[in-house]
């Protein structure tokens, strides 16, 4: 028997934090297996650059520069991707991170944290939910933290970054439930201590467990099988090498 192609092969994903760490290490890993990958993220230069290295490996990726947290320019990411013949994946790794003391959190950091970490994930997935319903399914996988579950380990400065990612949890649980109907399938995961620029902010002294291409691999392995058992399930990644 021919071997059987990945889920992903010949579909559109869109993958948002796609310019550094988990994002790009995901972006990488999707086209790798198939997908025509939108790549979504505010960095113009680092897409087109990342666009690039996908195409000279084989892959195919599309550069769609954009703040994801104005509904705007998510929807223009959307419209790039429905040309392309519509989103069936999502993958959702943007995220900020400001450390600072929880007094002195102003209303802007606490708001620019929001809204990136979790009122643009609620726009990709809103979005990205429109075209899978057209589509007749398809595929969300949202990145939280262990910051966000209860009863992990937390560090001092970062209460808009654990509240985001609460709401992370929710907003997934919440999106598997309504796509249930329609073939939709949504999971989150809460990496620990990955290698990347907002572990070094959060918390320099602590040594990653994972390396952003771990994640990757195990984002592209759950994508490659059926999700509707997981569907609303939040998986925690501890690690400690």
């Not at 223009?76 to 013949?85: C, N, S, T």
């Not at 399914?137 to 996988?141: A, C, D, K, L, S």
């Given at each position: 028997m021919p071997d059987r192609q990945p889920w992903l092969h010949g579909r559109v994903a869109v993958v948002t934090g796609a310019s550094r760490g988990i994002g790009r290490a995901t972006a990488e890993a999707m086209a790798g297996a198939g997908a025509h990958v939108v790549l979504a993220a505010r960095s113009a230069e680092a897409l087109t650059q990342l666009a690039g290295a996908i195409r000279s490996s084989g892959g195919t990726a599309t550069p769609a520069p954009g703040d994801l947290s104005q509904v705007g320019d998510v929807d223009?990411?959307?419209?790039?991707?429905?040309?392309?013949?519509g989103a069936t994946a999502l993958v959702c790794a943007a995220a900020i991170l400001t450390k600072v003391p929880f007094s002195k959190t102003t209303p802007e950091t606490w708001q620019q944290t929001l809204a990136t970490n979790l009122t643009g994930m609620f726009y990709c997935c809103r979005a990205a939910f429109r075209s899978m319903q057209a589509a007749g399914?398809?595929?969300?996988?949202n990145l939280a933290s262990l910051s966000g579950v209860y009863g992990t380990e937390k560090f001092p400065g970062l209460a808009a970054y654990n509240v985001s990612k609460y709401g992370v949890i929710g907003l997934t649980e919440a999106i598997a439930l309504e796509g249930r109907e329609y073939g939709i399938s949504a999971l989150c995961l809460s990496p620990g201590a990955v290698d990347t620029d907002l572990l070094r902010q959060a918390n320099p002294e602590l040594k990653p467990g994972l390396k952003p291409a771990d994640v990757a691999q195990l984002i592209v392995t759950l994508l490659d099988q059926p999700?509707?058992?997981?569907?609303?399930?939040?998986?925690?990644?501890?690690?400690?090498?």
């Open positions: 223009r990411v959307f419209g790039i991707a429905d040309e392309l013949g399914g398809g595929r969300i996988i999700m509707d058992y997981l569907s609303g399930a939040n998986i925690p990644l501890f690690s400690n090498r």
